[in-house]
């Protein structure tokens, strides 16, 4: 009996209109996906060839999720939901999931302000706090860094812009600026001549712009000097190793003295006592003073 009456209720709900509505569900779920997902990659290629690899990654992050809730709208508007009663509900929802959380809201709502400014790209290397790396992605609730030495680093977008951000490849050239100092008995001009000479004979330093080859100021203990040169962006490395290396070996061979400060070392041992010499008072009136302290009174302790 209760089979039977199981088949009745399925071939009440198995008529053509409820048959149709499933065929219509199966047709946006089975071909709705796969169509946005293609329309999707075309989308961010398109986007790549006209925009930054930041705006790309939105548009096709937008393109998905506006089409998805399309398509779950329709597939809830033919199993018979009420559209209007849906959204009334989503709204609430989504009041309440914003007041939940302000601070995803407020990283989307700064990554939109990245997106406008576009402060990077992927690829550049920045500074961000103590962080320092090539971006990795740029989402919208946050930026990943790859650090130098490979680590994953992931910073909130909310902090990027309240933050400092300091962008190390911006320009196609930059300036190593090195700091040195030589004893006060060198020549000054000669010392710049040197410089000068080592900045035009090294392959990585360009020739415009000139360097830059300041003497600053007398400082405690040596002559202060501000050695600039540019280089391409890319060579940083290879022309910090080998100006270094040339600047101390042309000071060797020039007899350049670069002063450093000494210290003395104490080795714990026990020290010995601090020698004193007492020596003949030879004031004025100080031998009348002498018969007093012989009668018998002391002499004031000094």
């Keep these: 009996m209760g089979l039977l009456t199981g088949l009745i209720v399925w071939s009440d709900l198995l008529t053509e209109e409820s048959i149709g509505r499933l065929l219509r ?20 290629r398109f986007s790549k060839k006209h925009f ?6 939105l548009i096709g992050k937008g393109i998905f999720y506006a089409g998805a809730v399309i398509i779950v709208l329709m597939v809830l508007s033919d199993l018979g939901f009420k559209l209007t009663a849906v959204l009334g509900a989503a709204g609430i929802a989504g009041v309440a999931i914003g007041f939940a959380s302000q601070t995803s809201l407020s990283n989307i709502i700064s990554g939109l302000f990245l997106v406008w400014e576009k402060p990077f790209a ?27 030495d490979n680590r994953f680093v992931r910073i909130p977008n909310e902090s990027i812009v309240k933050g400092q951000t300091i962008n190390i490849t911006r320009f196609p050239i930059r300036r190593l600026d090195i700091q040195l100092g030589v004893a006060y008995k060198e020549d000054i001009g000669k010392v710049m001549a040197i410089l000068r000479e080592l900045a035009e004979n090294n392959p990585y330093c360009l020739d415009e712009p000139a360097p830059v080859i300041i003497f600053q100021e007398f400082g405690n203990s040596s002559l202060d000097f501000l050695f600039g040169v540019w280089f391409a962006k890319t060579d940083l490395l290879l022309l910090r190793n080998s100006i270094m290396r040339e600047i101390k070996e042309r000071f060797d061979a020039e007899g350049i003295e670069i002063p450093f400060p000494h210290r003395t070392l104490y080795a714990g041992s026990e020290t010995a006592p601090f020698p004193v010499k007492l020596v003949a008072d030879e004031r004025p009136g100080a031998a009348e003073a002498e018969p007093s302290s012989a009668s018998g009174e002391s002499a004031p302790e000094k």
């Design 122 to 148: 992927v690829g550049d290397a920045i500074k961000i706090g103590e962080h320092v790396g090539a971006v990795y992605s740029i989402d919208l609730m946050s930026v990943k860094l790859r650090t130098f």
């Design 52 to 57: 930054s690899a930041h705006s790309s990654f």
């Design 25 to 44: 569900v199966l047709v946006l779920l089975l071909g709705g996906l796969p169509l946005l997902y293609l329309v999707t990659r075309l989308a961010s």
